[in-house]
């Protein structure tokens, strides 16, 4: 432990958001992001053992798109962000992040991989029907998170009658589009959300 660094990113949010983390744990080795969220601890001390870039990824492109998903709906951040924008190539850009989100980083064709991933899923109409086949997991993600958020505001469960009558469809769709923005300030991303995203975000909010 004398050789780790722990940034709390709750106390330390500026450099957090300097390294380019979106997801928590994030873990670096000699200043490379290689995990962010979902930790592979056996590939992880492997590349601490110095076992780096020695294997093939041995998976297809569906893979590589369910490992992408599946880390960015470890976050509730990057899930809203995605679910709102409908924009996989604004994540697809950083190619670091990606690498970690999908373990790619500890695979010796793992640049190959990356760019045979940011083809597919850049295209508009394929990231969009990803993200419907899974909605259900996204609205999951959202919906957990805002629960817990008015478990902490009031202090007490709330049942379902509570809550529609204090937050309307309108609130909670505003609170999306607020609580994604922080992904996109981490991103540096200034798109503004378009007024169909937020009629959709109207109709499935209580979904």
Known sequence: MDKVKVIDTSKDPYTAMERGVRSVPSVFINGELVFAGIVDFKKLK???????LSQRF?????????????????????????????????????????????????????????????????NA?????????????????????????IYWLHNRFLNWNEVSKLYSREVIAHWMIIRSALGRLVLGHTRLVMRGSVKRLRRSAYT
């Open 125 to 149: 109409n394929t990231c969009k029907e990803a993200i419907r086949n899974r909605e259900d997991k996204f609205l999951a993600v959202i919906t957990r998170n805002f629960a817990r958020e």
């Open 58 to 122: 041995e998976g297809d492109l569906r893979e590589l798109e369910e490992r992408f998903f599946r880390g960015i709906l470890d976050s509730v951040a990057t899930a809203l962000w995605l679910y709102v924008n409908e924009d996989c190539d604004a994540f697809l850009r950083d190619k670091e992040f990606v690498m970690a989100i999908t373990n790619l980083s500890v695979y010796s064709d793992r640049e190959e991989l990356y760019n045979e991933l940011r083809k597919y899923l850049s």
């Open 46 to 52: 492997a590349l601490l053992d110095g076992e780096y």
